[in-house]
């Protein structure tokens, strides 16, 4: 896996974080991702991170590392995947980075884990 650069973002905006990161290195397989992930606290929350084919890019922690790797750490659970370009309509369209309900992105989301099984 190549070494991917990835500078710590500030805390608190990991869908703000997660927007940038993915706009700017959008290379075609470039998707932000909104889910819950467990803190080493055992607390779980709403997080955003960028994945590029089989890499996760969390740029609120300053980390890039294998998925699976990433998903057994913090029991990632992915709810909703979007394209850079969806991301950025849906933050246009509703005034805030995310996560949005079905209502506020309406039919901008790739894929909603959720609902595919």
């Not at 973002?9 to 397989?29: L, T, V």
């Not at 699976?68 to 309509?89: F, M």
């Not at 309406?106 to 884990?113: A, I, K, L, M």
């Given at each position: 896996?190549?070494?991917?650069?990835?500078?710590?973002?500030?805390?608190?905006?990991?869908?703000?974080?997660a927007?940038e990161?993915?706009?700017?290195?959008?290379?075609?397989?470039?998707?932000?991702?909104?889910?819950?992930?467990?803190?080493?606290?055992?607390?779980?929350?709403?997080?955003?991170?960028v994945?590029?084919?089989?890499?996760?890019?969390?740029?609120?922690?300053?980390?890039?590392?294998?998925?699976?790797?990433?998903?057994?750490?913090?029991?990632?659970?992915?709810?909703?995947?979007?394209?850079?370009?969806?991301?950025?309509?849906?933050?246009?369209?509703?005034?805030?980075?995310?996560p949005?309900?079905?209502?506020?992105?309406?039919?901008?989301?790739?894929?909603?884990?959720?609902?595919?099984?």
């Amino acid at each position: 896996m190549p070494k991917i650069d990835v500078s710590q973002g500030p805390s608190g905006e990991c869908f703000k974080n997660a927007k940038e990161w993915a706009w700017n290195n959008d290379d075609g397989n470039t998707f932000v991702v909104h889910g819950l992930v467990t803190n080493i606290e055992r607390k779980t929350f709403v997080h955003a991170w960028v994945e590029q084919g089989e890499t996760v890019i969390d740029p609120t922690q300053g980390i890039s590392m294998n998925k699976s790797r990433y998903y057994e750490l913090v029991n990632a659970s992915p709810e909703v995947k979007y394209t850079p370009e969806q991301i950025l309509v849906n933050s246009l369209r509703n005034n805030h980075w995310g996560p949005w309900t079905p209502e506020e992105r309406e039919d901008r989301f790739v894929s909603n884990p959720r609902e595919d099984t």
